[in-house]
């Protein structure tokens, strides 16, 4: 399975910006489609966006779509989440996510088909 270390996060101010990287090693990065999903306290981890393993193809949950681009670097193993008019709803820890393998299609959003994770980092959005 891939590894995958996070960087990035941290407090902003509603209307902010942010950007999270997530930085794979250990396995062949460009096999697998990317996801970031989110946690906030109390509530179960959600989908935020996906991308298809050759990046043509992306999908974005509908409380995000417009304000976050998700992108990635198959040549430096790299996936990131711009992040633009931050609201404080958005406040949560994020999670980027490699695919399992034991989806079909060309991405599944579905928490289960993703395989590694990783280590998450706190976003905080003050009104």
């Known amino acids: 399975q891939v590894q995958l270390v996070q960087s990035g996060g941290g407090p902003v101010q509603a209307g902010g910006s942010l ?3 997530c930085a794979a090693s250990g396995g062949a ?9 989110r946690q906030a306290r109390g509530k179960a981890r959600e989908f ?3 991308i298809s393993r050759s990046g ?13 681009a998700i992108s990635r670097d198959n ?6 989440l711009r992040m633009n008019s931050l609201k ?4 949560a820890v994020y999670y ?5 393998g034991h989806c ?12 590694s994770w990783g280590q998450g980092t706190q976003v905080t959005v003050s009104p």
């Open 48 to 50: 935020v966006a996906v």
């Open 56 to 68: 043509d193809s992306t999908a974005y949950a509908s409380s995000v779509e417009g304000r976050f």
């Open 19 to 21: 950007t999270l990287s």
């Open 75 to 80: 040549a430096k193993n790299t996936v990131d």
């Open 29 to 37: 990065f460009s096999g697998y489609y990317m996801g970031w999903f």
């Open 88 to 91: 404080p709803e958005d406040t």
């Open 104 to 115: 079909s299609g060309e991405f599944d959003e579905r928490l289960g088909c993703f395989g």
């Open 96 to 100: 980027c996510a490699a695919d399992g």
